[in-house]
């Protein structure tokens, strides 16, 4: 346990002292990602195609990234949306559509909540990498029960991106026709209300997340020993019983063993970030009592294990005294 101690304790420092800059390269990261899957879209108008190709992609990528890491998340997600836009642009319905919803999504929450906003993109990102059990868990023992909203809102991103795949074949296959834009709109808006109402398993994960999140969260801020770690535990125990009963209720297929896997994984990671954010020294807790004039106040107190550092024991060597007594 010590050995582990001091490995935190370095790194803690570490990340301390660099904690600044290690924000930048997670955005960096981040947006890197995010701008790598939507210039994958890959169809761009005709006219706007030889701007976007004068640039290597490889050059592209990094600056749109480095972008996301020093622009304000506001104006980030505005140049996202246009990107998005852009790269369904050889389709004007399908592009118009998705930038009015991202508009939408902008206005009435990114807006308003920034920085929380940064959890649709990462809901995005641990689906991409088969970990979306992880992004509930942080959220609730790091975040607020508001931290729902966007972890809903990237879950629902996430399931209608096949959806605008589709449309985007379907319309280069037919060809766009500016005199049938209203027909396209109301076959776009159909397809949509379609899939939502047939694929309800978004939803469900949506439901399970979201109790993921509110059970940690309150779990978690309990004055009971060890209640971020049950909290963890508990969250991990509802996204394995939530999945299971995903497949039974809306028929879908689910791999037990890999959602297990996951899940555990998750959790684990979950841990570490916990371990190296606090180590509590549960056995040293204590409850302390006062009141002032118009309250009277309970307050319990644990200390984090801290390493206490080495003395150094200096000795000195005297010389014996060589000379023989006459």
């Known amino acids: 346990m010590n050995q582990l101690l001091t490995v935190r304790e370095y790194v803690v420092k570490f990340i301390k002292r660099f904690e600044t800059a290690l924000g930048y390269i997670g955005k960096f990261l981040l947006g890197y990602f995010a701008y790598g899957r939507i210039l994958a879209i890959g169809e761009p108008h005709e006219l706007v195609a030889p701007f976007i190709e004068a640039v290597p992609e490889r050059a592209l990528l990094p600056l749109l990234a480095l972008s996301f890491a020093l622009f304000p998340y506001a104006l980030s997600w505005l140049l996202m949306s246009a990107m998005v836009a852009v790269g369904f642009s050889s389709h004007i319905e399908i592009a118009a559509a998705v930038f009015v919803v991202l508009l939408l999504i902008f206005f009435f929450y990114a807006r308003m909540a920034v920085r929380e906003s940064v959890l649709i993109l990462l809901m995005l990102f641990a689906f991409y990498f088969k970990m979306p059990y992880l992004v509930p868990l942080l959220a609730g023992l790091y975040g607020s029960l508001t931290m729902v909203l966007p972890v809903t809102i990237g879950i629902f991103i996430w399931d209608q991106i096949p959806v605008a ?3 985007a074949a379907t319309a280069r296959t037919a060809g766009t026709n500016l005199s049938e834009m209203p027909e396209t709109f109301a076959e776009i808006y159909n397809s949509v209300v379609n899939s939502i109402a047939a694929t309800q398993s978004w939803l469900f994960t949506a439901f399970v997340f979201a109790l993921v999140v509110v059970t940690v969260y309150v779990v978690s801020r309990l004055t009971i020993d060890y209640s971020k770690e049950i909290a963890i535990l508990l969250g991990c125990v509802i996204t394995v019983i ?6 039974i209720v809306t028929g879908g297929i689910v791999s037990i063993g ?3 896997f996951q899940t555990i994984l998750c959790g684990a990671l979950v841990f570490i970030v916990r371990f190296f954010d606090a180590v ?5 807790a204590e409850s302390v009592q006062f ?3 118009g309250n009277f106040y309970y307050v319990r107190i ?3 294990i801290a390493i206490a550092p ?3 024991v200096v000795r000195r ?3 014996q005294d060589s000379r023989q007594e006459n």
């Open 258 to 260: 890999a959602v297990v």
């Open 310 to 312: 080495k003395k150094r």
């Open 291 to 293: 009141e002032d004039e």
């Open 165 to 167: 795949t589709k449309l």
């Open 317 to 319: 060597i005297k010389p």
């Open 280 to 284: 509590l020294d549960y056995q040293s």
């Open 302 to 304: 644990v200390p984090k």
């Open 242 to 247: 939530g999945k299971v009963l995903e497949a």
